[in-house]
């Protein structure tokens, strides 16, 4: 078995630079995955392991066996280099290096009634990782960014979605793009917007649906208003005329699940 024990090992700088640079990921087609159950959740979701670094006072090579089935790279390293590799405070030991997946509208699969929710122009990862776990929890057939601000496997998204990156079909594309994709597949899309809209709990998303929403900064491009099968808002008793963006993702999502019997 191979070990490192350098930080300045080139392999170890270049997966510091997976960590921090959108570029290298999108050059190597693979980042970096921290913590067993994102592990887990990797390969449950068809995601590739190339190479496993660990701690062997946190984890065994037992238990890397068992939780990886698939031929990998295994490197054990010492806990210098894994503080300069985590990424979170709290370690677990181990981390692996994965292949990219496809984001491309074609590739979804998606069933005969789908539930798809849309969201465009969403930067946070804190945010976009928050409605992924909504997502998640409701078993949405996809996930559509539109006009995508960060890459999807930026470190802090893998973190904030507590690997729910990795259950949910995620698509990309431009909002013209995805308006055309829905449009094909005859999908009725609901965008939330505080312009000519009604309230969201008096239409229909028994039927294939996507709900659209946008940021809480500047809302929905112009495009999604005025496509839209219908616009609707979440109605507001307080001062403030908007919500956090994953929360008002949640509300739609979960009315749409109520619908349809859950």
């Known amino acids: 078995m191979k070990q490192i024990t350098s930080v300045q090992n080139p392999f170890i700088k270049s997966l510091v630079l997976l ?5 290298a990921r999108k050059q190597t087609g693979t980042f970096l995955i921290e913590g067993q159950r994102e592990i887990s959740l990797a390969i449950k979701g068809g995601y590739e392991i190339e190479t496993v670094l660990f701690l062997p006072e946190l984890v065994t ?18 806990k210098e280099v894994y503080q300069k590799l985590a990424y979170r405070d709290t370690t677990e030991g181990i981390l692996a290096v ?19 929710l849309v969201v ?3 930067e946070k990862p ?31 998204i893998v973190r904030s979605s507590v690997g729910c990156l990795f259950t949910n079909q995620i698509a990309t594309g431009t909002t013209e793009e995805i308006i055309a994709f829905l449009k094909e597949k005859k999908i009725n899309f609901y965008s939330a917007t505080l312009q000519n809209s009604t309230s969201y709990h008096t239409q229909n998303f028994t039927t294939p649906t996507a709900l659209v ?16 099968t219908q616009n609707i808002i979440i109605p507001m008793q307080g001062e403030i005329d908007s ?20």
């Open 213 to 228: 929403v946008g940021t809480e900064a500047t809302g929905l491009t112009q495009q999604w208003r005025d496509e839209a």
């Open 120 to 122: 465009e122009s969403l």
């Open 19 to 23: 960590q921090e640079k959108a570029k």
């Open 98 to 116: 994965a292949k990219t997946k496809s984001l491309k509208l074609s590739d979804l699969k998606l069933s005969d009634n789908p539930l798809i």
């Open 61 to 78: 090579e037992t238990e890397i066996n068992k939780l990886i089935q698939n031929p990998f790279q295994l490197i054990e390293i010492n």
């Open 126 to 156: 804190g945010n976009i990782g928050a409605v992924l776990r909504t997502a998640d929890a409701a078993n949405l057939d996809a996930v559509l960014i539109a006009n995508p601000k960060s890459d999807l496997y930026n470190p802090n």
């Open 243 to 262: 919500m956090n963006v994953s929360v008002a993702a949640a509300i739609l999502i979960f009315e749409a699940k109520r619908q349809r019997g859950f």
